[in-house]
């Protein structure tokens, strides 16, 4: 099998697979308004693929791709209709790394169902600890029970890592918070710049707080030293001097658009190459080894080169 290679030497090694674009938490770089009241009330129907067509898509794409990885993600994929099935179903394509990324609010009840499944790790989305700033943030109160499902994870023997959306001026004052209890649980906390996406689009700059601003509130309270990049990471990390590690996505002051691997399915049926383009590309079911060859070749082309530029579409339509 011709391996499918950018010019850049880029190919694709991580599905990122979107389950549904519905979610039961409003974050504020995710939806704007009364969209997130919609979202959290559940007034969208969770339309996805069937279960069987999803789990062919991936199949078809994994014989063309040879995977490494699949990552679930949504919207909330914890919401999904049959997640254990899914899990299961990609374990039986023989895909090595199964994991998922979430909000955590339904993490406590599923996080030993998913382990058991096939599940590898788990990255939760946390934007702040502090009540009233997680408010501020999601929109949702209780972030007890996300942090509860942190350690229902880690009790069943799944991986967890920390995901944090850093922006200016809402929960820049949790980035202290965040780490300190991260390293209480041992596990990875990455800190997000603001991506231009959906809504933010055109105004992410009144928002960024730069991978050098993380690193200076973080160097109030700890020492810390570079480690070494891994090929096609999103994430630069350091470590601190008594040996905990976190991370910084610098998506706009450091791109990592260079080595990319990562190609992202809709829960409709289409792929992106890139979340900087706005213009899906649909798979069909009839589609034989060569259309489907040209289609991910197309996907492959739309990957921006140097420099991550947004999309007008959200995270919940291009996946998480």
Partial sequence: MQ???DKYGRTFKTLRVSLLSTCNLGCIYCVQGDESLKLTNGAHPATSLPLSELLDTIRRLHAQLDLDTVRL???EPLLYHDLIGMIAGIRDLGISHIKLTTNGFLLQRLALPMKQAGMESVNVSLDAI?????LQMSRRHSVQRILDGIDAALDCGLEVKLNAVIMRGKNDSQILPLLNFAFSRNIRIRFLEIMAMGHLHDQADKYLFTRDEILREIGRQYRFTPLDRLQSSTAGYWKTG??????????????????CNRLRLDSHGNIYGCLSDNHPIALD????ENALRLKLEEALSRKQALKFTGSELSMLEIGG
């Fill in 3 to 5: 391996v499918i290679e």
């Fill in 73 to 75: 993600t949504g919207g």
């Fill in 130 to 134: 502090g009540e009233e700033v997680f």
């Fill in 242 to 259: 008594d040996g905990h590690v976190f991370g910084v996505i610098a998506n706009e002051s450091q791109p990592f658009c260079h080595d």
């Fill in 285 to 288: 079911k009839t589609d034989d």
